[in-house]
């Protein structure tokens, strides 16, 4: 019975289509000695959906992380840097370093320099700055939503907000949909951190954001104000160029 258990899950982390939340109970000791050993298949798609089975608060050990922000897999090197443990070795951060640094694709860069804003805690800031001048906005989103949360930077990180938003219009698709992004953390945040000349965003974006705090599905919340985002600024600034983000 167990054989025929673990084929079943094994068949089951190789599919492409991600499972409901809550289909693969990972408490269970041998599922989750099953799903860990997963984490180091080549196959993407099992080693994501292991990453799913686990949870978001599930944090890799430090030979999962090695090897993980290695794979070849973009979309396992993004996933696998949100679980990077807060009390990473040199190594480890040393190699976050470099991820971030790096002129690799967008999302493990941005994922890296969130990792190290956890890694390093209260002393991140000297880390996160440099990061707000990088030309990828994933990047100088997630270093911005990192230096907002703390006082050495915090400053630095509204002036780099507002300087973004000030040409928002004249800026590509990718950077809207990060500033809107950012702009869901703001608005999460006590209002001591927001941004002071942020643009007066539409109803529905102020009752989104405030209700994105508390819903089941943030990122669906995040989404929906990109595309408020983007009809805010058609409004503010009459650019008829800017379509509603896909």
Request: hydrophobic residues 40%; positive net charge; aromatic residues 4%.
């Amino acid at each position: 019975l167990r054989v025929r258990y673990l084929d079943a899950l094994d068949d089951k982390l190789g599919q492409k289509k991600r499972f409901k939340a809550g289909a693969i109970d990972p408490s269970d000791r041998v599922t989750r000695t099953a799903l860990k050993h997963a984490l180091l298949a080549d196959d993407p798609e099992r080693v994501l959906s292991s990453l799913q089975a686990l949870g978001g608060r599930y944090v890799l050990s430090a030979d999962e992380s090695a090897h993980l922000v290695e794979h070849d897999d973009e979309r396992v090197r993004a996933e696998a840097l949100r679980h990077v443990p807060a009390n990473s070795d040199a190594a480890l951060t040393s190699r976050l370093v470099a991820i971030a640094s790096g002129k690799g694709p967008r999302r493990p860069r941005a994922e890296a320099v969130r990792a190290l804003a956890r890694v390093h805690g209260d002393q991140a800031a000297p880390i996160m700055l440099p990061f707000l001048d990088d030309d990828e906005p994933g990047v100088v989103a997630a270093a911005i939503g990192a230096a907002l949360r703390l006082p050495a930077s915090e400053a630095a990180a509204r002036q780099r907000l507002d300087g973004v938003l000030a040409d928002l219009p004249q800026r590509g698709l990718a950077w809207r949909r990060e500033v809107a992004d950012v702009s869901f953390m703001v608005n999460c945040l006590p209002a001591s951190f927001r941004s002071s000349s942020f643009p007066e965003p539409p109803a529905a974006w102020r009752a989104g954001a405030r209700s994105g705090c508390h819903v089941a599905q943030p990122r669906r919340a995040r989404q929906g104000l990109r595309g408020v985002c983007d009809e805010g600024l058609r409004g503010r600034h009459g650019n008829h160029e800017l379509q509603r983000p896909r």
